[in-house]
């Protein structure tokens, strides 16, 4: 009986909120355009991924074996040749003017120490401007480097009459979860993370405000609901609309990304429910702090969207990070969460790879239910 009491107090309440949504344009366009446009932004726009590197030649030696050198660099997809220089003094204006990032200067003594025996020296120099990016492309011409050294080591091997050739070490890499190496498919679970904080905290922010703004908090005072009614009676509809909007960025994450995922299902669905009911209790919290729409937006905002974005791993690794910042970021759901979708979707783990960090969104959820249960039965009160 007072079950089926608690579901009439609550219909009202969310068939009135509907109709609240479907007549405010802004919340509409938080909870379904915004997350949209933020996939198709992020997803191509914040992209970590160096390939196409632009990068000149000077080559004093000009011979096949310098030429055949320079080739190795531009059989990947890592560098793009842009131009080939007459003289050192192109090197400067070159990389000023971002013309190129990286310049290769090979001496003209090259082919008389590679056949001599000699470690013939070139010099690479590279734009520091982006450190990432330089590091990464380091490691490329590294890379590069030591493959056309061991080639040209085996060569000179083969002609001392050295038929069988071992090497002290079989490298073998396997990657896995993400052999392809793109930065998309570590992105698009944290734009999931980032688009539900966003999306949840700053829509019910707005939730209570609006009923003092509209003049209709009176009305709910009198009448018989009590706090968790009003809060649940708040939250479904918005719970409704972001679920879906998070099957969207799922599916777009698919079809534009090709990220799949590969766990359980019912996993991704708990975890994901769990986040956005901690989301929405503080989004409720704010609601019942402040007086204006405005001010909640605001504060919502800067709650949801900087920490998210910083501080969760979405972006930036956590362990790159200060001890003092890596301590903060213990605060946020958003980490914990990221863990376990990135668990969910690219590695398929299941419940006991990331159960800590469900239990403690739980606790995370279960808290900022309650505090927003007891703020709302100060304001009915």
């Known amino acids: 009986?007072?079950?089926?009491?608690?579901?009439?107090?609550?219909?009202?309440?969310?068939?009135?909120?509907?109709?609240?949504?479907?007549?405010?344009?802004?919340?509409l366009s938080i909870l379904l355009f915004i997350p949209a446009l933020m996939l198709l932004m992020f997803g191509y726009a914040l992209n970590f991924d160096v390939k196409h590197t632009s990068m000149a030649v000077y080559d004093e030696d000009r011979s096949s074996v310098s030429r055949e050198f320079t080739e190795q660099f531009f059989i990947s997809e890592y560098f793009t040749k842009v131009q080939t220089l007459e003289s050192k003094a192109e090197i400067n204006n070159l990389l000023d003017a971002e013309k190129a990032r990286v310049v290769l200067v090979i001496p003209s003594s090259f082919t008389k120490d590679i056949q001599r025996g000699r470690a013939a020296s070139v010099q690479v120099i590279v734009d520091g401007t982006n450190s990432n990016a330089a590091a990464t492309v380091l490691g490329y011409i590294n890379a590069i480097i030591q493959q056309y050294s061991?080639?040209?080591?085996?060569?000179?091997?083969?002609?001392?009459?050295?038929?069988?050739?071992?090497?002290?070490?079989?490298?073998?890499?396997?990657?896995?979860?993400?052999?392809?190496?793109?930065?998309?498919?570590?992105?698009?679970?944290?734009?999931?993370?980032?688009?539900?904080?966003?999306?949840?905290?700053?829509s019910t922010a707005l939730a209570i405000v609006r009923e003092r703004e509209l003049g209709t908090m009176e009305q709910l005072m009198v009448s018989p609901i009590k706090p968790i009614e009003l809060i649940l009676g708040k939250t479904i509809p918005y719970t409704i609309i972001s679920l879906f909007a998070t099957v969207t960025i799922l599916f777009l994450g698919s079809i534009l990304f090709d990220v799949s995922i590969k766990g359980s299902i019912f996993l991704l669905s708990l975890v994901t429910f769990i986040f956005f009911i901690g989301s929405l209790g503080m989004g409720l919290l704010i609601s019942t702090m402040v007086e204006t729409q405005q001010l909640a937006f605001m504060i919502a905002a800067i709650v949801s969207m900087l920490p998210t974005f910083i501080l969760s791993g979405f972006v930036f690794p956590i362990r790159n990070m200060p001890i003092i910042i890596q301590g903060i970021t213990y605060l946020l759901p958003a980490r914990y969460?990221?863990?376990?979708?990135?668990?969910?979707?690219?590695?398929?783990?299941?419940?006991?790879?990331?159960?800590?960090?469900?239990?403690?969104?739980?606790?995370?959820?279960?808290?900022?239910?309650?505090?927003?249960?007891?703020?709302?039965?100060?304001?009915?009160?």
């Open 1 to 27: 009986m007072k079950l089926h009491l608690v579901s009439l107090n609550i219909l009202p309440i969310v068939r009135k909120e509907f109709r609240q949504i479907k007549r405010d344009k802004r919340i």
């Open 337 to 381: 969460f990221l863990v376990a979708l990135r668990a969910i979707i690219l590695k398929g783990a299941g419940l006991s790879a990331f159960w800590d960090q469900a239990l403690i969104l739980t606790i995370y959820a279960v808290i900022m239910i309650g505090i927003s249960s007891l703020r709302m039965r100060k304001i009915l009160a």
């Open 150 to 202: 061991v080639k040209v080591m085996t060569e000179s091997f083969v002609r001392m009459g050295q038929q069988n050739i071992t090497m002290p070490i079989d490298f073998e890499p396997r990657v896995w979860y993400n052999p392809e190496l793109e930065s998309a498919k570590f992105l698009v679970p944290g734009l999931i993370a980032f688009i539900l904080m966003v999306t949840a905290v700053v």
